[in-house]
Structures are given as structure tokens and as C-alpha cells.
């Protein structure tokens, strides 16, 4: 399997920046995405990166490095809205391998 | 507006008893799937489609299935559910071109 790893849980305070990781154990996927989900709610698309490098999208930014089986989001600005669990997923639009998610609650 | 839609949103049922879970994309998108999500692992694919009549298994198909008559619908059909298939599922779809999974607003099944 894809074996995909994040830390289950992680807290920061509004204004600041937290960078989620992803490492994972394969090879054979066409790229990997970054979603956002709020409690009870369906996961929304944040992000996705075939190459490697940093793709900046506003707030977030994620990152891919494929030799190291290593993928980041990064998240500045924190705001309250921005408690959520963020998925890790690799492979094609059709076909999605998600990790377990991370839990981030952010603290005023 | 552009969406995908699911019925019925909330459903508790008894073992055994057939249901079906409808799913609906107004994009014209060529990909659709179904997941479910349970507490500790995450989403799951069950099912996905290419396009209409082209389907196929995902990671846990065991107890489920699909058609794909029309481009825009994709059901998820339980023909004897049992209680270990309570859970949260989702529907999304994707264009052909696109990267984004657009996701539906989720079903709560509950077997009892």
C-alpha cells in the first residue's frame, strides 16, 4: 500500500504559521493533493503537485519532493476559520489514496 | 450553481434491507466515485467511474455497487447492508481535464 503518514492532531494561535507533514511509501502516483475539511462538512481541494517544488496558492502553500517521499502544507496567517482537518492524497483525480488526516485546531 | 448532490442526506436502516444512496453532478464531469470515511481511517474509495458504463473497484468495493447509466448520476447501492457498513459516505466527481475531486455534501448511514 501508499502507506500515508500525518500527525493526527497539531494546535497553533491565530496569526501564526503551521506547516503540516505528509511522508508517504510509493512511487507510483500521477501527483499529490491537499484537502481541507471542517467537521460534518465534505472535503474541499486546496492544492495539487505533480512536480516538485513549493506551489503558493494565497494563505497556503504545499510542497512536494518525490525522492523523499515528503509532502508539506503550509499555513500562514492562521485564522479561527482555519480549524479543520487537513487530508493528504496521492495518485490521480480519479482515483484518490487519502492518509488519515490531520487535525488542527487553532487558539486565539 | 455547479454542485454534487446525494439523497437522502441522514438515513438509520435495519440489516438486510436494500438501499440505494443516488448521486448527481451538474458539471458534465467524466469521473465519479464514491468513498467512505470512518473515524481513525480516513477516506476510503469504493467505486469509481471513468465515464458512462466504465466502472470500477476501488480500495473496499465488498458489499456495494454502482452503474453508471447517465453521465451525471452515479448511485451507490447496498444490496444487504450490514452494521459495518455505518458510515459517512461521499460522492465526488472530476472532469477529464481537471484535477479537483468536487465532492458531495455526504450521506450518514446508520445500520442497525
Known amino acids: 500500500g501508499q502507506n500515508i503518514d500525518q500527525p493526527t492532531e497539531m494546535t497553533a494561535t491565530e496569526g501564526a504559521i503551521v506547516q503540516i507533514n505528509c511522508t508517504y511509501q510509493?512511487?507510483?502516483?500521477?501527483?499529490l493533493f491537499w484537502y481541507q475539511q471542517h467537521a460534518g462538512e465534505a472535503p474541499t481541494f486546496l492544492s495539487y503537485?505533480?512536480?516538485?517544488g513549493l506551489e503558493e496558492k494565497g494563505r497556503f502553500s504545499s510542497f512536494l519532493s518525490r525522492s523523499k517521499g515528503y509532502s508539506y502544507l503550509l499555513l500562514k496567517e492562521l485564522q479561527m476559520k482555519d480549524s479543520a482537518s487537513y487530508l493528504c492524497?496521492?495518485?490521480?483525480?480519479?482515483?484518490?489514496?487519502f492518509g488519515t488526516g490531520t487535525r488542527l485546531q487553532v487558539f486565539p | 450553481e455547479a454542485q454534487v448532490t446525494q439523497n437522502p442526506r441522514y438515513l438509520i436502516t435495519v440489516t438486510g434491507k436494500k438501499l440505494t444512496v443516488t448521486c448527481s453532478q451538474n458539471?458534465?464531469?467524466?469521473?465519479m466515485s464514491w468513498y467512505r470515511q470512518d473515524p481513525g481511517l480516513g477516506l476510503r474509495q469504493i467505486y469509481y467511474?471513468?465515464?458512462?458504463?466504465?466502472?470500477d473497484k476501488g480500495d473496499v468495493p465488498e458489499g456495494y455497487k454502482v452503474s453508471r447509466k447517465e453521465k451525471r448520476n452515479f448511485p451507490l447501492i447496498l444490496e444487504s447492508p450490514s452494521p459495518n457498513q455505518t458510515s459517512l459516505y461521499f460522492c465526488?466527481?472530476?472532469?477529464?481535464?481537471?484535477?479537483?475531486?468536487?465532492f458531495g455534501p455526504g450521506t450518514r448511514l446508520t445500520v442497525l
Open positions: 492524497a496521492l495518485g490521480n483525480p480519479d482515483k484518490l489514496i
Open positions: 503537485n505533480v512536480l516538485d
Open positions: 458539471m458534465n464531469h467524466e469521473y
Open positions: 465526488a466527481s472530476t472532469p477529464l481535464t481537471g484535477n479537483e475531486q468536487f
Open positions: 467511474s471513468m465515464n458512462v458504463e466504465v466502472t
Open positions: 510509493t512511487s507510483g502516483f500521477n501527483g
